[in-house]
């Protein structure tokens, strides 16, 4: 099948990051994935919750939401409803999930980085989107401390990107624009690390259950998944560790 932006199927949507996109988070930017566009902003605040009080551990926690008019039609707030959905609290609980795995929380002492992904653009793939630039704000943030002298180096065990993958028409695709997202059979979203490791796999069919041949064959995807997930290596290497 040909792709609607005519990539190839393992190939990823041109990624942008727009640094210090706001004056006052210790770490912000404007990721753009193609043309799902998320500004993320990394704020720290000493202490932490109750359950963590006196072991010496931080936290890192994240907030996701949709911008009234990222998609084409507008959607009112969740403040005015009163209640965030099911789909932003699985998310942002997925974002920050991620998040903690790459962190060495002793060497981050009592303090809590609260993360904020507002979505400003969705064309598929936010969620994940929201996962990479929120390492990259995490990172930022984690410099900024450095260098202010209140942690020391180490704090982050390494890199980490997440990226989705579909089944559209018997197909595999990596990167999945909306359109491709709206009609696979199977979605997959994979968080790893630069070197392979993995974070977390959440996948589902969308449509029909999946047989176990299928199954074993689509097994596969997360090795092409990695090996794409390597070209961030390069421009996270330029982030502190």
């Not at 390494?158 to 595999?172: F, H, I, Y």
Request: proline residues 3%; contains cysteine.
């Amino acid at each position: 099948m040909t792709r609607i932006d005519q990539r190839e199927s393992n190939q990823l949507r041109e990624v942008t990051f727009e640094l210090h996109a706001q004056r006052f988070p210790e770490g912000s930017l404007i990721y753009r994935s193609g043309q799902t566009s998320i500004l993320i902003a990394a704020s720290v605040e000493d202490g932490v919750r109750d359950f963590l009080r006196g072991t010496g551990r931080g936290w890192v926690t994240a907030e996701y939401a949709m911008h009234p008019r990222a998609n084409p039609e507008r959607k009112g707030r969740d403040s005015r409803k009163g209640s965030i959905d099911g789909r932003s609290q699985e998310i942002q609980r997925l974002i920050g999930r991620a998040l903690r795995a790459i962190v060495v929380p002793v060497k981050l002492g009592e303090r809590t980085i609260n993360i904020d992904c507002d979505v400003l653009d969705a064309d598929g793939g936010t969620r994940t989107a929201s996962i990479t630039g929120a390492f990259v704000a995490l990172a930022l943030a984690l410099d900024r401390l450095c260098k202010d002298g209140l942690i020391g180096t180490g704090v982050l065990r390494g890199s980490m990107a997440a990226v989705s993958v579909g089944l559209v028409e018997g197909k595999s695709l990596i990167d999945l624009c909306y359109q491709e997202d709206s009609k696979a059979e199977v979605d997959l979203n994979v968080v790893a690390t630069a070197d392979a490791q993995i974070i977390e796999i959440q996948g589902t069919s969308e449509d029909a259950p999946v047989s176990r041949s299928n199954l074993m064959a689509w097994s596969i995807l997360p090795l092409r998944v990695f090996m794409n997930l390597l070209s961030f290596k390069a421009r996270f290497s330029r982030m502190p560790e």
